[in-house]
């Protein structure tokens, strides 16, 4: 199916799992789990709870190149998640061979690939870190649950175009750091605040204590007129802008992505482009001197706004200090 479709995942908060306002697309996943999650007993002898069902993600009708999302995405959902009894690099090379993909990538997976006996993903978003004629990086955002625990990742895809299909060449999962020890009062004021989700890997960044500050505030002052759905900050990003030499601000913590605003996916047609406009205009606003997004936008100072094929699903947003 090509159409536009629902955007849901899962949030798991200390009383149980909950369906929340993440993003995947098709039907939203259920409590129920996948069969044999009770196969096993917990410490305490009484059954695990169920993994949460998720649903395989499908790109939207308004993306660039449906077909590059959709090959990185099958790799990192190949992977990441397994039946109970099917764990381990081994098992997890023989799903991404039938992918036709290359079995080694297995060996990059990091974080992707827990030790667990069973896993479930659920792709929350699929955005361009760049894309070029030939080649291209697709930041797959995920959370993922195994027996006792709910995290995630995002892995920067890379893809070479081939025929029939691109070829993934690289996977990068995002490594954000240990916790530290006391954090900014804007960083705790961001994972606070309910109108700004953040996946895993950038309430990493965010407890990393490594996001400069400049990025927090500009996302408490957004929060007051918008809810968002953050994609990627610090890590899981192209070290560099694709395709250049010069250094991307995400990974000296000094930018954020966007994909979903009120609720609205950026790359979605029917998102109203006035409250993409308004988004970026006010991002500018906040301090941003660097605001791209699917609508080049006049004004502001020289350079402030732009727009390319990369930055037509999501609203990022660079800060200099």
């Known amino acids: 199916m090509r159409g536009p479709l629902g955007r849901r995942a899962l949030l798991l908060t200390a009383g149980g799992l909950l369906a ?5 697309s098709g039907t939203s996943p259920t409590r129920a789990g996948p069969s044999g999650a009770a196969s096993a007993l917990s410490a305490s002898g009484s059954p ?4 949460p069902t998720t649903t395989a993600w499908r790109p939207d009708r308004g993306d660039v190149d449906p077909a590059v999302k959709l090959r990185a995405v099958q790799v990192v959902e190949a992977i990441g998640a397994w039946a109970a009894g099917r764990g381990g690099a081994a098992a997890a090379k023989r799903r991404v061979a039938a992918l036709g993909a290359a079995p080694s990538l297995v060996d990059q997976a990091g974080a992707l690939l827990p030790r667990a006996a069973e896993a479930t993903l659920q ?3 699929a955005q361009y870190g760049g894309i070029l004629a030939d080649r291209a990086s697709v930041l797959v955002v ?3 649950w195994t027996p006792g625990h709910a995290g995630g990742t995002t892995v920067d895809v890379r893809l070479s175009r081939a025929r029939p299909r691109w070829e993934v060449t690289a996977l990068h999962p995002a490594r954000p750091g240990a916790a530290a020890a006391a954090l900014p ?3 705790r004021q961001v994972l606070a605040d309910p109108r700004i989700t953040l996946p895993p890997a950038a309430q990493a960044d965010f407890r990393s204590g490594k996001v400069h500050p400049s990025v927090g505030r500009a996302l408490l002052r957004l929060a007051g007129s918008y809810r968002m759905y953050v994609s990627v900050v610090r890590s899981g990003h192209p070290l560099d802008v694709f395709g250049t030499d010069r250094p991307s601000d995400h990974p000296l913590g000094r930018a954020f992505d966007v994909w979903q605003i009120d609720g609205h996916a950026v790359v979605d047609p029917a998102t109203p482009r006035r409250l993409v406009e308004s988004f ?3 991002a500018a ?4 001197y660097n605001v791209g997004g699917p609508v080049q936008l006049a004004g502001g100072a020289a350079g402030q706004f732009f727009s390319d094929n990369t930055h037509h699903d999501h609203v990022h947003a660079g800060f200099t200090a």
């Open 20 to 24: 929340g306002a993440a993003g995947c």
């Open 48 to 51: 695990p709870s169920p993994l």
């Open 123 to 125: 792709v929350v978003d």
């Open 280 to 282: 970026m205009r006010d």
């Open 185 to 187: 009062t804007t960083a």
């Open 285 to 288: 606003a906040a301090g941003s």
């Open 142 to 144: 995920c959370r993922q």
